[in-house]
Every structure is written in structure tokens, then in C-alpha cells.
């Protein structure tokens, strides 16, 4: 008896152990695969987008119809767009947006090749954009990325507005181990339930700044940014990094305040209320979140500590904004977005309200799933829509790999990596 348990556990190791081979095998050839050929970059004015091919698409915009205090003055529509997609943020609502509002326009994206970021975790090259050419000009610059601002800026017009978007970093670290927590080995070992809770009750023992994505378990917006994930919230590059990133953005949102953020944001782009409609994509099912106790935040708090001091004075710089932008008027703007959105969602989905992945009706609009697991909520289109709210439905409703596919990019490599995760190692 004794020998067959120990026989079934010897079993079970060994299949495990083989599957982690195979994963990182798997990870291996396809970073060999996606290894982007470097183009030499001299660095000129050649090299880089002339403010003079950024501007023409710009004439083909109508002007904003004027909202109730929306813009005092008239403005043309900002067209050549920054946005610093980082992770875990609710950034995949706003690429929708994007998707949308270039789509419309018919911009030109730097869109990667092959995957659907800019070969992540690699600092971002202007190579790595598919076809590109030195001198080579884009309206749009949206998907992940390590962000290094001179060589994004040599596909974008001078007059590029630049704009992210940050989250608390306790709820941005729990949600980033839950999700990634079988992509980075050294999780592996953490025996149990709850591994988030063992993690911060004692995170040295689980963590290498050496390790393979160990950046998604400490100060991954510092990460994201192109910083040292590993330093330590007094040291003073932090808010040297922290300052040079306020001369390089012109906008931060803030994941907790998303309405408000999206009225700064139409505000300074000079779009419409239709431009910033939205449903919310990639959510997690309530039940898949780990409730931290005050103690335990506090830890994940100093763990990530320069994620909070970046968090802290770019969220006291987005207030300064809404106190300039005027609190009642930020209100009124608020809850019309709020109507338009209910709106929309009485118009586009059934049930009103988002699913679990195994019951979407329609591949097309079943999002990405972590690891060895299917927690992130999608949403059916209903069946009987105005032919005439079809097309706007369907998009609005489109996770970010299909709404890639559509616009012509090659995301075979992400396919690939999907289809082994979800039959090889973790069948779901």
C-alpha cells in the first residue's frame, strides 16, 4: 500500500518535472524564433519621423462636437499617440480604444510581428516594429513594450502625445502573481494554497533579481519603464527615473479613478465622448483574487517600493489635473460617460454583464487566459442586435489577440504559445 502512494507520488513528480522541461524548452526555441535581426540604427535626423509626415492625416478629422463645458475653444482631434501599455493596469481597455479610434481614422500603427508585443521583455527597439525603415513615420505606438523613450521616438512625430497608466501596486502585484505565477519558476517551490500570502510573508525566499521573470514579481511599472526593478524605494534614482518620466508623458491615468482618467484623456486629445466608450476587458472573476489583510499590503507595499512612490506622485499629479480640469465639471462628464456606457451595454451584450470563459459562446471574443487556468471574464455579443450597432459591438467587445488579427497582424507566435500552454501543459 505504502509503496503504491509513494509510487503515484514518484509518478506525479516526474510528470511535472517533465513538464517544466518542456516549458522551458518551449521557451526557449521561441526566443531563439522571435530573436529580432538588429537594424543599425545611426542614430540622424533620417533616422527619425519628421514632424511634416505626422500632421497631413489630421485634415481628414472632423472637430468634436461640443459637449456641455467640454473644450472653451476649438481644436483639432491629436492623432499621433503614445501609449505606454503596462501590465495589469486595465491598459487593455484603453488599447480598444486605440484599436477603435485608429481603426476609424484609418492612423498607421507600429504594430510588432509574429507576437503581440515588442519582443517583451527586451527593451523596446524601433527595429522590432514590423517593416520598418529608418525615417519611417506612425500615428500610433500601443502595445506592451519596455519602454525606452529615444528609440520610441523615432517612429513618432515630434508632436506625438505621450500617455500611460498606473495602479495601486498592491492590487497590481496581486494580480500580476496570480497571473504570471506559473511563468516564473521561482514560484514553483511555494508549497500550497495561498501563494501570494507565503510570498509576502517572506518574499527573499522566493526571489532572485537574476531569475528567469522574476521582474513580475517585484516593481514591475519600474520594469515596464525601462528601470531597475531592484531598487529600493529611498535610493535616489528612483525619483530621478520617476521625474524624467513626467518631462517624457503628457498624461498619466489611474487605473482606480478609469472614468475620470478617460474624461483627462479625451480632454487633452481633444476627442469625443463616442471616441472613450468602453466595456471593460480582461477582468478577473472575483473569486480568483486573494483578499490581503491591512498587513499583508503594508508588505507588498514596501516589497514594491519604488512602484509606489512612482504611484504616489504621478497619482498627485493626476488630481492636480482634475482640480484644473473643475471637480463638478469632472462629475457631469462622468456620469455621462457612465449613461453612454449602459447604454452601449444594454445595445450589445447579453445578459449585461461579463462571463466565465467556458461559457462564451463565440472564440472570437474569449480572452486571454493565464496558465494552467481560465479567470478572466469575457463577454456574448447578443444575437439580435441593430444591424446599424453591429459593427461597433463587435469591436468594443474584441480582446486584444483577435482585435490584432483583425487589423492584419501576424500573431503566430502568441497562437503557438497559447495553443502548447492550453492543450501540452495545463489542458483547461
Given at each position: 500500500m505504502m509503496s503504491d502512494i509513494k509510487g503515484k507520488k514518484y509518478r506525479r513528480a516526474i510528470r511535472r518535472l517533465f513538464l517544466w522541461v518542456s516549458l522551458i524548452n518551449f521557451m526557449l526555441v521561441l526566443y531563439c524564433l522571435t530573436k529580432p535581426i538588429q537594424l543599425k540604427i545611426r542614430g540622424s535626423q533620417e533616422d527619425t519621423c519628421p514632424l511634416s509626415k505626422g500632421r497631413p492625416l489630421k485634415k481628414n478629422l472632423s472637430m468634436p462636437s461640443q459637449s456641455t463645458n467640454s473644450q472653451s475653444e476649438e481644436c483639432s482631434p491629436r492623432v499621433n499617440l503614445m501609449f505606454m501599455k503596462t501590465h495589469k493596469t486595465a491598459s487593455s481597455t484603453v488599447l480598444n480604444i486605440l484599436f477603435r479610434f485608429?481603426?476609424?481614422?484609418?492612423?498607421?500603427?507600429?504594430?510588432?510581428?509574429?507576437r503581440n508585443d515588442f519582443f517583451y521583455p527586451s527593451p523596446f527597439l524601433c527595429s522590432k516594429v514590423r517593416d520598418y525603415r529608418p525615417g519611417d513615420c506612425f500615428n500610433i505606438v500601443c502595445n506592451h513594450m519596455r519602454f525606452d523613450h529615444q528609440e520610441v521616438a523615432k517612429v513618432l512625430p515630434p508632436d506625438a502625445a505621450y500617455f500611460t497608466i498606473l495602479r495601486n501596486p498592491v492590487d497590481l502585484f496581486e494580480s500580476s502573481f496570480h497571473y504570471y505565477q506559473r511563468d516564473v519558476p521561482l514560484t514553483w517551490r511555494i508549497d500550497g494554497g495561498n501563494k501570494v500570502v507565503k510570498f509576502l510573508n517572506n518574499p527573499q525566499s522566493f526571489y532572485s533579481p537574476q531569475a528567469y521573470n522574476s521582474f513580475y514579481l517585484k516593481n514591475l511599472l519600474f520594469f515596464d519603464f525601462g528601470f531597475d526593478n531592484n531598487l529600493e524605494a529611498d535610493d535616489p534614482l528612483v525619483m530621478m527615473n520617476i521625474h524624467s518620466l513626467s518631462k517624457q508623458f503628457d498624461l498619466v491615468l489611474i487605473a482606480e479613478y478609469f472614468d475620470e482618467s478617460l474624461i483627462l484623456l479625451k480632454e487633452t486629445l481633444c476627442w469625443t465622448m463616442e471616441d472613450i466608450l468602453y466595456f471593460k476587458l480582461n477582468a478577473r472573476k472575483s473569486s480568483s483574487i486573494s483578499r490581503l489583510t491591512p498587513e499583508l499590503r503594508a508588505k507588498a507595499l514596501q516589497w514594491n517600493g519604488a512602484d509606489w512612490r512612482l504611484y504616489?506622485?504621478?497619482?498627485?499629479?493626476?488630481?492636480?489635473?482634475?482640480?484644473?480640469?473643475?471637480?463638478?465639471?469632472?462629475?457631469?462628464?462622468?456620469?455621462?460617460?457612465?449613461?453612454?456606457?449602459?447604454?452601449?451595454?444594454?445595445?450589445?451584450?447579453?445578459?449585461?454583464?461579463?462571463?466565465?470563459a467556458r461559457k462564451i459562446r463565440d472564440r472570437h471574443f474569449l480572452p486571454w487566459q493565464p496558465l494552467g487556468e481560465s479567470s478572466i471574464l469575457g463577454y456574448n455579443i447578443k444575437k439580435d442586435i441593430d444591424p446599424?450597432?453591429?459593427?461597433?459591438?463587435?469591436?468594443?467587445?474584441t480582446p486584444e489577440i483577435q482585435y490584432l488579427s483583425d487589423l492584419g497582424v501576424s500573431v503566430w507566435l502568441t497562437r503557438l504559445w497559447g495553443w502548447f500552454k492550453d492543450t501540452v501543459l495545463y489542458p483547461i
Open positions: 485608429g481603426e476609424k481614422h484609418k492612423l498607421k500603427f507600429a504594430f510588432p510581428d509574429g504616489q506622485h504621478f497619482n498627485a499629479t493626476f488630481w492636480a489635473r482634475v482640480e484644473e480640469f473643475g471637480r463638478e465639471r469632472m462629475k457631469r462628464e462622468v456620469k455621462e460617460l457612465k449613461r453612454r456606457n449602459a447604454e452601449m451595454k444594454v445595445i450589445c451584450i447579453e445578459d449585461g454583464g461579463a462571463v466565465e446599424k450597432f453591429r459593427t461597433v459591438c463587435q469591436k468594443m467587445l
